[in-house]
């Protein structure tokens, strides 16, 4: 028998049921206490979907002329998620629609709506990575995160509080997830039903936050899914794997988040193994092989480079992008695939976008590989940038930690030699 079997083996008593029960209790009473829209941010994970499966099947038990609030299931699309797991929750959001619209809401279906968030063109993956030229993510600097998840789920609140006074978010995160996750929402726990969001007039609700992990897939495998899904085909998404990381649905910059996760973004550079991609492939899926050879193409070319400031450097080194041969390379190879694949892994938009970036930069590009240009930043500092292009040519207002809309160039020297196998900028701070 599998740890899994047990594990619902064993959630088959009265007192899991009355566990059950009691929660579905609360989410009616949170549900009844004031008329804000609840707005329920799904990932099509196990949580989120055992948080809607919980609310549904809470909601349904009550008297439908009681059920009068909108109800707005968010869900996110960064534009580069896994393309398997981006079919599923399509799938998922389908039904759910059909099941809220014609059942749950059926007498009030104005108020039932299901919307995925998409980021801006300008904070979208492709555009920043190749086009701008930052570093492939990882811990210290992700800079997707914020760009592609938290900034179109908050740009939705902040349109929906133009309309109401208030609004509920309504979450998944549970703190049996990781010692960081309970930390975060610990820090944040005000002992009430509903805590405040840095979004004024927001409130976040988190009803599902002290269940366990077995506890969920219990009550996903012992209950049937509301609108009709399988919560089979979720566990093989998992791998079979009832343990295992997941990306919370991210709201705010202090979430700990994604790179572990199974549904997370296919290019995602944080976590050193795309262990989901693996699987699916070992499961079939062979047609991935590209995407995940791809992705471990921008881990390497982070990793090549000196990641750290070279101790000669005394440590004050901020990071810059990547050099333009470099971005010019990762363009070439994402159109051979997306060729190969046959499937749109960046739009037409996004690489006009993309390709007029790359261009302003090839304006300034140096003849001869590498140099090494100092420049006096506008508060006093010298700083030393080795690159393929004089960057303050480019339009760029912010390089790494570096401003280079106003530096001045004070002189520049060939490095080609020494810094050829280098692949990225860096800037550092000049003792002169
Ligand atoms: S899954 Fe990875 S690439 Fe996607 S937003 Fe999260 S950290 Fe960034």
Not at 3 to 26: C, G, H, M
Not at 75 to 101: C, F, H, M, R, W
Request: hydrophobic residues 35%; contains cysteine.
């Amino acid at each position: 028998m599998s740890k899994l079997d047990t594990i619902v083996k064993e959630a088959r008593t009265e007192e899991f049921n009355q566990y059950i029960s009691s929660l579905k209790i609360e989410i009616q009473e949170a549900y009844k206490e004031n008329d804000a829209p609840w707005i329920i941010c799904f990932s099509g994970g196990k949580d989120s979907t055992a948080l809607l499966q919980l609310i549904f099947n809470a909601l349904a038990e009550l008297e439908k002329e009681k059920l009068t609030k909108e109800i707005h299931i968010l869900a996110n699309d960064t534009l580069v998620e896994n393309p398997e797991i981006e079919k599923y929750l399509d799938e998922q959001l389908s039904k759910i629609k059909i099941y809220g619209k014609n059942i749950l809401y059926k007498h009030a279906p104005g108020s039932f709506f299901v919307e995925k968030g998409k980021p801006e063109l300008e904070e979208r993956f492709w555009i920043n990575l190749i086009g701008r030229g930052y570093p492939s993510p990882n811990r210290w600097f992700r800079w997707c995160t914020e760009r592609l998840k938290i900034n179109p789920t908050s740009k939705y609140i902040e349109n929906s509080l133009k309309k109401y006074e208030q609004v509920i978010i309504v979450l998944g995160t549970r703190k049996a997830e990781s010692a960081n996750r309970a930390m975060s929402m610990n820090k944040y726990d005000n002992n009430g039903r509903f805590r405040d969001h840095t979004l004024t007039n927001a409130k976040v609700y988190a009803p599902i936050a002290e269940m366990s992990t077995d506890d969920v897939w219990s009550y996903l495998l012992l209950t049937d899914n509301p609108w009709c899904s399988d919560n089979m085909d979720l566990l093989e998404i998992y791998g079979n794997a009832c343990a295992g990381g997941e990306c919370p649905f991210v709201i705010e910059t202090g979430t700990q988040s994604c790179g572990k996760s199974r549904f997370g973004c296919w290019v995602c550079t944080v976590v050193d193994r795309d262990r989901s991609m693996e699987n699916f492939i070992l499961n079939g899926e062979k047609w991935l092989e590209g995407l995940l050879n791809f992705r471990n193409l921008l881990y390497d070319i982070r990793q090549e480079t000196n990641q750290y400031v070279p101790s000669r450097l005394n440590g004050k080194v901020a990071f810059g992008p990547f050099l333009l041969r470099t971005r010019e390379m990762m363009l070439e190879k994402l159109l051979k695939l997306q060729k190969q694949t046959g499937i749109e892994l960046i739009s037409d938009i996004e690489l006009k976008y993309t390709k007029n970036l790359l261009d302003y930069d090839k304006k300034a590009r140096i003849n001869g590989n590498m140099k090494k240009f100092y420049y006096k930043t506008n508060n006093g500092k010298v700083i030393a940038v080795i690159s393929d292009c004089d960057v303050s040519k480019t339009h760029r207002e912010r390089l790494g930690s570096i401003h280079l809309d106003k530096i001045e160039l004070i002189e520049s020297e060939n490095v080609t030699n020494k810094y050829e196998k280098s692949t990225r900028v860096m800037y550092y701070k000049v003792k002169r």
